[in-house]
T-cell receptor
Framework: EDKVVQSPLSLVVHEGDTVTLNCSYE??????LLWYKQEKKAPTFLFML????IEKKSGRLSSILDKKELFSILNITATQTGDSAIYLC??????????FGTGTRLKVLA | EAQVTQNPRYLITVTGKKLTVTCSQN?????MSWYRQDPGLGLRQIYY???????DKGDVPEGYKVSRKEKRNFPLILESPSPNQTSLYFC?????????????FGPGTRLTVL
């Protein structure tokens, strides 16, 4: 059975801290891994990763994929209160399904 | 503006009363999908569609129906809703083979079945 597991389930940090969110997967016919941010509404896209070892970066956020060990990490440096959200990891499989993890709830305190 | 729209945004209904949640996208995406989101369970895929007249079951299809008669629309039908279908529903769309599988999500429909 395909599955995506995220850790930790929740995290509380202070502004300025650096956080690392984890996503491991066991998915038949992996095609790509995607990260989304969900505030009090619909998820919004952050990154798509298809190749191992190539870091994707956007401002203070970065992500990398390890296809040998079947995991990805999302790093957020110098966190701000606006980073508080649920971060979702999803895998797009060759069977045309998206499999989502349960998410990591991040709270950044001022 | 490129977007996915869903209607209604909020719905309270009673057990057994058929309902339809509409979803429409204006980005000419081939792929459309329905998800439900429940606390502690994340987003679970209900049904998806690769293109017009092509639909398939996701992980939690029981109690739901879909149709894809036009490329832009993908309605979700609950023939006989039950309380365990109370949830937050999202429609999403994306291209399939154009370099990015980024999904665009609708605003969500919060459904309560009494």
């Amino acid at each position: 059975e395909d599955k995506v597991v995220q850790s930790p389930l929740s995290l509380v940090v202070h502004e300025g801290d650096t956080v690392t969110l984890n996503c491991s997967y066991e998915v038949t016919n992996f095609r790509s891994l995607l990260w989304y941010k969900q505030e009090k509404k619909a998820p919004t896209f952050l990154f798509m990763l298809t190749s191992s070892g190539i870091e994707k970066k956007s401002g203070r956020l970065s992500s990398i994929l390890d296809k040998k060990e079947l995991f990805s990490i999302l790093n957020i440096t110098a966190t701000q209160t606006g980073d508080s959200a649920i971060y979702l990891c999803a895998v797009w499989s060759g069977t045309y399904k998206y499999i989502f993890g349960t998410g990591t709830r991040l709270k950044v305190l001022a | 503006e490129a977007q996915v729209t869903q209607n209604p945004r909020y719905l309270i209904t009673v057990t057994g009363k058929k309902l339809t949640v509409t979803c429409s996208q204006n980005m000419n995406h081939e792929y459309m999908s329905w998800y439900r989101q429940d606390p502690g369970l994340g987003l679970r895929q209900i049904y998806y569609s690769m293109n017009v007249e092509v639909t398939d079951k996701g992980d939690v299809p029981e109690g739901y129906k879909v149709s894809r008669k036009e490329k832009r629309n993908f309605p979700l039908i609950l023939e006989s809703p039950s309380p365990n279908q109370t949830s937050l529903y999202f429609c999403a769309s994306s291209f399939v083979n154009r370099g990015s599988n980024e999904q665009f999500f609708g605003p969500g429909t919060r459904l309560t079945v009494l």
